[in-house]
């Protein structure tokens, strides 16, 4: 059975992004693009929440169009191929070899989990992560815990399930800023 990560940038206060959306503040150095790469190499599949999609798409599709930078040079090819699913109840059609699905997405992902290949991997999108964690689809929680204090914005986890324990997988420092802390499911 496929494994779904959620892989998600927080900040020390615990916030996805800052007030009015700001996500101007992840630190994504060498160590960072290095395991990004890693473990996008085991998943076939990327799933998004409706803002995240909003922002990945607009900016993945052209990302490695007149720039040096690395990061977006190796990622934009790997995110336009990749095939991906947006949950949203009002988003009705995507590009980028996307699929949208609304309604019952735990049952959507129990469906996706079956069939064969690599694994999944949700990008942010903290409400799709809470109602997929109380349903215990998540196998594999990357917390990327980030030098700044945000003082608002969405919160890494707002609520909405009952306690959920998990086993600690490790955790290691990135770039000499960031945090990685790995969970799985109990």
Do not use: C
């Amino acid at each position: 059975m496929r494994k779904l990560i959620y892989w998600v940038h927080t900040s020390l206060d615990g916030f996805i992004d800052g007030p009015n959306g700001a996500f101007d503040w992840p630190v994504f150095a060498r160590e960072m693009q290095a395991y990004a790469h890693e473990v996008h190499g085991g998943v076939d599949t990327f799933l998004y929440g409706r803002k995240v999609w909003d922002m990945m798409s607009a900016y993945w599709p052209t990302a490695d169009e007149n720039t040096d930078e690395e990061h977006a040079l190796t990622f934009a090819p790997i995110w336009r191929s990749t095939p991906k699913v947006v949950f949203s109840n009002t988003l009705e059609k995507a590009d980028w070899d996307t699929t949208v699905v609304g309604g019952d997405i735990a049952a959507a992902v129990r469906a996706m989990k079956a069939e064969p290949g690599r694994d999944l991997l949700l990008n942010g999108g903290s409400q799709v992560a809470v109602e997929l964690g109380a349903h215990g689809l998540i196998d594999d929680y990357q917390v990327f815990v980030h030098p700044v204090m945000l003082s608002g914005g969405t919160p890494l986890f707002p609520g909405g399930f009952d306690r959920l324990n998990l086993n600690l997988q490790g955790s290691q420092v990135l770039d000499g800023q960031v945090v990685l802390t790995r969970y799985t499911k109990r």
